[in-house]
């Protein structure tokens, strides 16, 4: 992902989700390599539950990656990786990227009948 190629939408989603400290760790954690639920839970000392929330706008964000997978033992892992991805932003980027907002997206919704 390069963010010349992302809509103002897609930009704006990226940058909330980076927002957080929690998803900034998760990503950091899987810069090493992948890993499952379980394992980043008890590296980042958070629930499972939190971490699934977390991972869910990582991968909605295009940011994470995740596969399922068996093991040995028969039991389905679902594995997550960084995906791979450049910010480079600039005054100018953040223009040509904001040409492109939906109204939605800026926090604006269809004006009340009757107010126009």
Same mark, same amino acid.
């Given at each position: 992902?390069?963010? %010349?190629? =992302? ?24 810069v090493? @390599? ?8 008890? /590296?980042? @000392? ?8 977390? =991972? ?5 964000? @295009?940011?994470?990656?995740?596969? =399922?997978?068996? %093991?040995?033992? @028969?039991?389905a ?15 100018? %980027?953040?223009a ?11 926090? /604006? ?8």
């Amino acid at each position: 992902m390069d963010t %010349s190629d =992302l809509t103002g939408d897609e930009l704006l989603q990226v940058l909330s989700t980076l927002a957080s400290p929690h998803r900034m760790r998760v990503l950091a954690a899987l810069v090493d @390599g992948r890993a499952y639920v379980s394992q980043l839970a008890r /590296h980042l @000392g958070i629930s499972r539950a939190l971490l699934q929330v977390h =991972l869910r706008k990582l991968e909605k964000a @295009g940011l994470v990656t995740a596969q =399922l997978e068996l %093991s040995d033992e @028969g039991k389905a892992l679902k594995f997550y990786e960084a995906a791979p991805f450049v910010l480079h932003l600039t005054p100018g %980027s953040i223009a040509t990227a904001a040409t492109t907002l939906t109204d939605a997206a800026a926090g /604006h919704g269809a004006p009340p009948k009757g107010s126009e």
